[in-house]
């Protein structure tokens, strides 16, 4: 149910404007994708997995507000909450590797792989621990954007 | 060593996936480990008898001087054995005792986890190491003590055993920490050599008191029994294991342990000697009164332990020895009794002794075993509670002060604890049948071995007293005296004046059980007339607690956001500008730089747009306002070289703003609710806040700028952490931990707002 309901209390899905919800479905994977882009380049140029989390949920919000909490719930499939549980694994999971090798907790690993020819990349788990932070950010934001939305 | 702690609490991780599997059997599959591990354990008296010690050691915290270390010498055996050895036996009577309870995994988990802990405590060399085993026993004893959850009585149970043994084990966390900073080591093994170094240290006083406080609250003594009696909420097999056999005399371990570091001093004999002998005879004269067999159990348990402490605290080399011995017969007798206690409850239906009798026509097997523990805990012959109590009278015969006080002290508590083994026997084995109180059908078997294996390892621990006393006593006895020549242990000492006072005990203790209803009537009369007494004074103090907090909640958190913010911004005002004027005020820049004209603008925009905030009179106009103000300073953020901060206010703008929209249907219809007074108050409040906020700003950009930590970031950021964006690499690499930290706070906060609005009661969420 979404907010501008309450213009016309009991009507479902009452207020649901066209061109909110075609722009949304339109600008969904768009966000998406640059949240995407932020979280992956962050560790070089501004971005990174704050960000990204914030606005991949801005995204989900804009969803929110066009159509309602079921059809964000179907967008989002996993849990919000578990999202945020996810996060915090994954994070943890980035320290331990480091401390299985012997390290201490959370020392960064990197690895550096050639592509083709000229072309490497360096990979390494700060870039897991960012997308633990995007998870956690994402499943916190949307777990209390989708529980002020059902709240009625 | 360390593995056998291990292997324990690995046990326990199985327990549920075991018992959900192999459920008939679980109890043999439970006490296997123990039963190894006691082996084990027993396969290393040869070692300690000849006075060797085992030490194992893993690194945890090397800094701190903590370090996960463990050693074996003849005490830390003889309690290893009885946790090891007990243990089994409870295992295998508890899966048939609870068979029927839907938990039977997480009792096991619990139990298991129990005993690991307190094989810990026993084992280990590392004071820290042993504090932390300390209250992962306490942490369990809570879990099983409120192991029937639906109870009220046991939940308020659970958490007064908790919050009794709680506080004193932070006493002796303090305690503990002081030792380790007097004597510059943590290691028992090592304090051991450094007692004199210890009781000459000007810390010696706090020290011995916060140790005895929390080795008091443990092992129940005055003033902190009153829990163990409520502890009898737990389920029998509990109360057997922990709070008689093994739990609470984790106190009684710790002052044997100690009292080569701290004892030897009249503080340390006098406090022990009078605690320990009013515990003793205060709770025998309170346990006669009682008629549920387990708070008669538990009532002679707090005794027993007040006899041990009163041991180790008499100025006397044999003392320890008595105390080891009546400890090892206490034990075996008393959980022996427990559970045949929980037999009986089962069988019939009731442990009250006024309502049962004549069960051993019924149950003769039960009967005797019961006859066989309670002759131990009446001290007769040929039992090892009669090795016990020969001691303690010889002890006390001699002891160097107060020796009348103490000598009646001992008289009395032996007799009434002759009458109440009498009382556990006769009352419901003898007299007349009760035909509404007699047993279902035949006992199982699994529940009567542990019993009778308790019982009669008490009644051959005593024949063969010799045997058990070169192998098990002495090396324990030599541990806690080292150098000490102890005289063996016998049966029979000959026609001394103990022998006496052992038949005068026994002939008066018979005597005071037929006089025992006459004092049960008086004392209830008593008791009826007057309420006062520790359990008294916690109840105080526990319900004035919530008293006080809820009466402090109501003062800080009414509930009207306006008073919220005002105490923020006013504490924050006042602090940080007095804090600022102490240290000799601010100063401002002297150099101004040039503004450009697109700042100008900018700060145009936000004045205006909080202008409009403060002024306008409906509330989405207010929130499109903070959002530009929102908006202007990212761009601000933008203009001055750090597009990471600026993308941030920018997305944390937008959630604000679709927070608000979510929320905002749902919020009374705009209103100026507060009188001009209490609105020009806050404007003083709001320009105050702005003003010191403007000047600490002036006074960050006044000094010279401490560049070091930005240089040494800049300069790392690519070699060591491999990124090139400052920020981030600080983020997610050099203070990783922090963001750990952040995110899972930002994670229970969204997990927090969830619970707030879904988990609110339904009823109530619409006033």
């Known amino acids: 149910m979404g907010p501008f309901e309450t213009v016309a209390k009991g009507k479902k899905k009452a207020m649901r404007s066209i061109i909110l919800s075609t722009a949304a479905r339109f600008l969904m994977p768009m966000i998406l994708l640059f949240s995407a882009f932020l979280l992956l380049r962050g560790h070089n140029l501004p971005g990174g997995g704050f960000v990204g989390g914030l606005i991949a949920a801005a995204a989900f919000g804009l969803y929110l507000l066009a159509f309602d909490v079921q059809e964000t719930r179907r967008l989002l499939r996993i849990d919000p909450r578990t999202l945020v549980g996810l996060g915090l694994l994954v994070v943890l999971g980035s320290g331990l590797t480091g401390w299985f090798k012997g390290k201490p907790f959370l020392t960064a690993l990197w690895g550096r792989y050639r592509l083709t020819g000229f072309l490497h990349i360096e990979i390494g788990t700060p870039l897991i621990f960012d997308a633990g932070i995007y998870l956690v950010v994402l499943g916190s934001a949307m777990t209390m954007l989708l529980a002020l939305a059902e709240e009625d | 060593m360390g593995y056998a702690i291990c292997s324990v609490f690995l046990l326990a991780l199985l327990a549920p996936g075991l018992t959900r599997i192999a459920k008939p059997v679980s109890g043999w599959l439970m006490a296997a480990l123990p039963l190894t591990l006691c082996v084990y354990?027993?396969?290393?008296?040869?070692?300690?008898?000849?006075?060797?010690?085992?030490?194992?050691?893993?690194?945890?915290?090397?800094?701190?001087?903590?370090?996960?270390?463990?050693?074996l010498d003849g005490l830390s055996l003889l309690f290893a054995v009885l946790v090891c050895g007990v243990g089994a036996v409870i295992m295998i009577y508890s899966a048939d005792y609870l068979a029927d309870h839907k938990c039977l995994g997480s009792f096991f988990l619990f139990l298991n986890l129990f005993m690991a802990s307190m094989l810990g405590l026993v084992l280990a060399d590392n004071l820290i190491t042993l504090f932390v085993f300390w209250e992962l026993t306490s942490l369990t004893s809570f879990f099983l003590i409120g192991f029937d959850h639906d109870r009220d009585k046991a939940r308020s149970s659970a958490l007064q055993a908790l919050l009794v043994t709680g506080v004193g084990g932070l006493a002796l966390l303090a305690g503990l920490i002081l030792v380790g900073e007097a004597a510059g080591t943590l290691e028992l093994s090592e304090l051991l050599q450094s007692g004199d170094l210890i009781r000459?240290?000007?810390?010696?006083?706090?020290?011995?008191?916060?140790?005895?406080?929390?080795?008091?609250?443990?092992?129940?003594?005055?003033?902190?029994?009153?829990?163990?009696?409520?502890?009898?909420?737990?389920?029998?097999?509990?109360?057997?294991?922990?709070?008689?056999a093994t739990m609470v005399k984790a106190g009684i371990y710790l002052l044997l342990r100690l009292s080569p570091i701290l004892g030897q001093t009249a503080l340390w004999h006098g406090m022990l000697e009078t605690v320990g002998g009013v515990t003793m005879l205060g709770s025998i004269l309170m346990a006669i009164r009682q008629t549920d067999m387990k708070r008669l159990l538990a009532y002679t348990t707090i005794s027993s332990l007040g006899t041990m402490v009163f041991l180790i605290g008499l100025d006397i080399p044999l003392s320890i020895a008595a105390a080891i011995s009546y400890m090892l017969a206490h034990v075996l007798y008393k959980a022996s009794l427990f559970l045949i206690t929980g037999i009986i409850d089962?069988?019939?239906?009731?442990?009250?002794?006024?309502?049962?009798?004549?069960?051993?026509?019924?149950?003769?097997?039960?009967g005797l075993v019961a006859i066989l523990a309670a002759l131990s805990m009446a001290g007769a012959a040929p039992f090892l509670g009669f090795v016990g109590k020969e001691l303690f009278y010889e002890v006390v015969l001699m002891a160097p002060r107060a020796a009348p006080l103490s000598i009646l002290a001992a008289l009395l508590t032996s007799i009434f604890m002759v009458t109440s083994a009498a009382l556990l026997t006769v009352r419901p084995f003898f007299g007349p049948a009760r035909s509404d109180r007699l047993p279902h059908g035949p006992v199982a078997t699994n529940l009567w071995l542990g019993p009778l294996l308790l019982a009669g390892a008490g009644t051959l621990a005593g024949v063969f007293i010799g045997i058990i006393d070169k192998s098990l006593l002495a090396p324990a006895v030599s541990a806690v005296q080292p150098g000490h020549s102890v005289k063996p242990l016998a049966l029979w000492h000959g026609f001394t004046p103990v022998l006496a006072f052992s038949i005068l005990t026994l002939a008066s203790g018979i005597a005071v059980y037929f006089r025992c209803d006459w004092y049960r009537a008086w004392t209830e009369n008593w008791s009826r007339r007057h309420h006062y007494g520790a359990e008294t004074c916690y109840e105080r103090l526990y319900s004035g607690l919530f008293t006080i907090a809820s009466r402090l909640t109501l003062i800080i958190q009414n509930g009207r956001l306006r008073n919220y913010l005002l105490t923020v911004f006013i504490s924050a005002t006042v602090l940080v500008s007095s804090t600022l004027l102490w240290n000799g005020g601010i100063r401002f820049p002297t150099v101004w730089t040039s503004v450009n004209f697109g700042d100008l603008i900018l700060a145009g925009i936000i004045l205006a747009a909080a202008y409009v905030t403060s002024r306008v009179g409906h509330r989405l106009v207010a929130i499109v306002a903070m959002g530009v103000i929102g908006y202007g300073i990212a761009l601000i953020f933008a203009q001055l070289g750090a597009p990471d901060l600026a993308m941030t206010q920018f997305s944390i703008e937008t959630m604000t703003v679709l927070l608000f929209i979510l929320i905002f249907h749902r919020l009374p219809l705009f209103s100026r609710l507060a009188p001009r007074r209490a609105m020009r108050f806050d404007a003083v409040v709001a320009t105050a806040a702005g003003l010191l906020m403007t000047a600490l700003t002036l006074a960050a950009v006044s000094g010279p700028t401490d560049k070091r930590l930005a240089d040494f970031f800049a300069k790392q950021s690519v070699p060591a952490a491999h990124g090139r964006n400052i920020v981030n690499t600080i983020l997610v690499d050099f203070r990783a931990l922090d963001t750990l930290g952040e995110i899972a706070v930002l994670g229970m906060a969204g997990v927090g707002v969830w619970a707030l609005l879904k988990l609110w009661p339904k009823e109530r969420r619409k006033p």
Do not use: C
């Open chain 2, 200 to 244: 000459q240290h000007a810390w010696y006083v706090p020290i011995v008191l916060l140790v005895a406080t929390g080795a008091f609250a443990k092992s129940a003594q005055f003033p902190f029994h009153f829990w163990l009696p409520n502890a009898m909420e737990a389920p029998t097999p509990v109360s057997a294991y922990l709070h008689s």
């Open chain 2, 41 to 71: 354990f027993l396969s290393m008296l040869d070692a300690t008898a000849g006075g060797l010690t085992l030490q194992v050691t893993w690194p945890w915290l090397p800094d701190l001087g903590i370090r996960l270390s463990f050693f």
């Open chain 2, 346 to 366: 089962h069988a019939t239906g009731s442990r009250d002794l006024s309502a049962l009798g004549g069960l051993f026509g019924k149950m003769p097997v039960i």
